[in-house]
C-alpha cells in the first residue's frame, strides 16, 4: 500500500537509477496538463530531496512554460520488471537553461546528447510509493535512435531555428522565452 517520505531513501534512490522510462507532469493554474515520458539516461539524484533531468529538443516545450508561473512538478516511475512498485516525486522545479550560470555546473552530470535546451532542477518536498501491482510486465529492448539522430542532422543552428519555429509557446499559448534563455 501507499507510503508518503519526506525525502527518497536508498532504496528509491536504487530503483530510481535501475529505471530505463521515467513520467513528468506539470501544469499551470488554467492550462493542459502536460504528461511526458522521458527515457535517454537524463536523469540524476543529487540528493535525497533534490533530482535533475536533461531535456532536449522536441515537438514542444510545455513544462518549461509552465514552470514559469506554476513550478511544480511530478515525477513517476513504474517498475516494469521485478517486484512491482511506482514511485511519485512531487515538488518545485526550475528550468535551467544554457546561459544560465547553473548549466555548466549540472550539465557535466549528464551524457552530451544533441539538441540539449533545458535542465530541469527539481527540489522534492514528499515522496510516494504505491504498489505497482496492476503495472504489467514489459521487456526493454533499448533505446531509440531518432531524436538524437534528427538533431544531429539538423546542426546547433537549425536546433536554435526549431526554437524559434516550434518552441516558444506552449500549446495554450504560454510563451516559452526558450530562444532569448538559450541564445
Not at 15 to 43: C, H, W, Y
Not at 93 to 121: K, M, N, S, T, V
Not at 134 to 163: C, T
Amino acid at each position: 500500500m501507499g507510503q508518503q517520505f519526506k525525502g527518497l531513501a536508498e532504496r528509491h534512490i536504487r530503483f530510481i537509477e535501475a529505471q530505463k522510462l521515467f513520467f513528468v507532469a506539470t501544469a499551470t493554474a488554467d492550462s493542459r496538463v502536460n504528461l511526458s515520458p522521458k527515457g535517454m539516461d537524463s536523469l540524476r539524484v543529487l540528493g535525497a530531496n533534490r533530482v535533475a533531468w536533461l531535456n532536449v529538443t522536441g515537438s514542444g516545450n510545455e513544462t518549461a512554460a509552465h514552470l514559469q508561473s506554476h513550478p511544480r512538478m511530478t515525477l513517476m516511475f513504474c517498475a516494469f520488471e521485478g517486484s512491482p512498485m511506482i514511485l511519485r516525486l512531487y515538488g518545485q522545479a526550475r528550468a535551467i537553461h544554457l546561459q544560465d550560470p547553473q548549466w555548466p555546473l549540472l550539465e557535466p552530470l549528464f551524457p552530451a546528447l544533441p539538441g540539449a535546451r533545458q535542465i530541469f532542477d527539481m527540489e522534492i518536498d514528499m515522496v510516494q510509493s504505491s504498489c505497482g501491482m496492476s503495472v504489467p510486465f514489459f521487456d526493454y529492448v533499448g533505446e531509440r535512435d531518432q531524436l538524437n539522430q534528427w538533431a544531429e542532422k539538423k546542426g546547433p543552428d537549425g536546433i536554435r531555428k526549431y526554437w524559434h519555429e516550434r518552441n516558444q509557446q506552449s500549446i495554450d499559448g504560454i510563451a516559452t522565452g526558450i530562444a532569448d534563455k538559450n541564445g
